[in-house]
């Protein structure tokens, strides 16, 4: 755990940017160790924005904010061929940092959406039959308001699942409203972690055969669900994993512990478990089905 360390004082260095806000800078950070993206959402002046800047600067990271709007379109993101000097040469869009934060990514119509999402998981773009990769280590951080209903494209199952975690903006707790009402928030300097390191590192935390049987019969059991419209894809398995990993990392375990394993799933599995209409209707909630799951596949 060389780079432990460095991300440490990247997670104090952070708590100064978003005051309070400590589980949501675990969950940050433990994303881009599963090699992973990351959804947040809460309503507009929580510090979403904030706290993607205060990462990409505190981390050395190259950073572009991408403002989604309904006119916007996919060139916009990748970049595209112009016609300079008797010949066509590509011109990079935004989607070349190494940290992207997509700002209201249900305000862009879908092909744009879908031209994030597909950078997102192939880690490159093609453009004119030419592939270019883009920069590594390569993590992008969408928002989006739960509030917001005219004028947005929701995120359909397939789109959600690229998401490696869906982390949820609360508002700041009672006794954290004076400090913000009275501190400015400290940007950090750039901080040496090598996050390639870090990675490899987080997935080499041992994981015990009864954690693993513990995610199967969890997956097992979200598919025989009656009240969800589909069970946990392998896809999801595997990010609920890696993110178990990253949390052990972060806290100096080298094993992962059944807390681990439960704080994941709740960054992992609420945005993957989608409800049929008569449970909707029934006022069920993927967060309470998860809890009812996790119960009975052993996860205490």
Request: net charge negative; charged share 25%; glycine share 8%.
């Amino acid at each position: 755990m060389e780079e432990l360390p460095a991300i440490s004082r990247l997670k104090e260095a952070l708590s100064q940017v978003l005051f309070g806000q400590e589980e949501v800078i675990e969950a940050l950070l433990a994303t881009v160790l599963a090699r992973g993206h990351t959804l947040m959402e809460g309503v507009p002046g929580l510090g979403k924005t904030l706290l993607a800047e205060g990462f990409a600067r505190g981390s050395g990271l190259s950073y572009k904010r991408i403002q989604f709007t309904p006119d916007l379109l996919p060139q916009d993101l990748t970049g595209s061929e112009v016609f300079r000097e008797g010949q066509f040469a590509f011109v990079k869009g935004p989607l070349f940092a190494q940290v992207v934060l997509a700002d209201e990514i249900n305000r862009a119509p879908p092909k744009v959406q879908s031209a994030l999402l597909e950078a997102m998981q192939e880690r490159a773009v093609t453009i004119g039959g030419v592939r270019y990769p883009l920069p590594e280590p390569f993590f992008v951080v969408a928002t989006q308001n739960p509030l917001e209903l005219e004028g947005t494209y929701p995120l359909p199952e397939a789109q959600l699942d690229r998401f490696t975690a869906k982390i949820p903006f609360r508002p700041p707790r009672r006794e954290i409203w004076l400090r913000i009402l009275t501190e400015e928030p400290h940007l950090p300097e750039p901080l040496p972690v090598d996050f390639l390191k870090a990675q490899k590192e987080a997935q080499a935390v041992r994981v015990a055969k009864e954690a693993l049987e513990a995610i199967t019969h969890v997956a097992f059991l979200s598919g025989e669900d009656g009240r969800l419209r589909m069970g946990l894809s392998p896809r999801g398995a595997k990010a609920w994993l890696a993110l178990a990993r990253a949390l052990a990392y972060l806290r100096g375990k080298p094993l992962v512990d059944w807390k681990e394993l439960k704080d994941a799933a709740f960054l992992a599995l609420p945005h993957r478990l989608f409800l049929t209409e008569e449970a909707l209707y029934e006022g069920e909630s993927s967060e309470e089905i998860l809890k009812q799951l996790l119960k009975k596949g052993g996860i205490p």
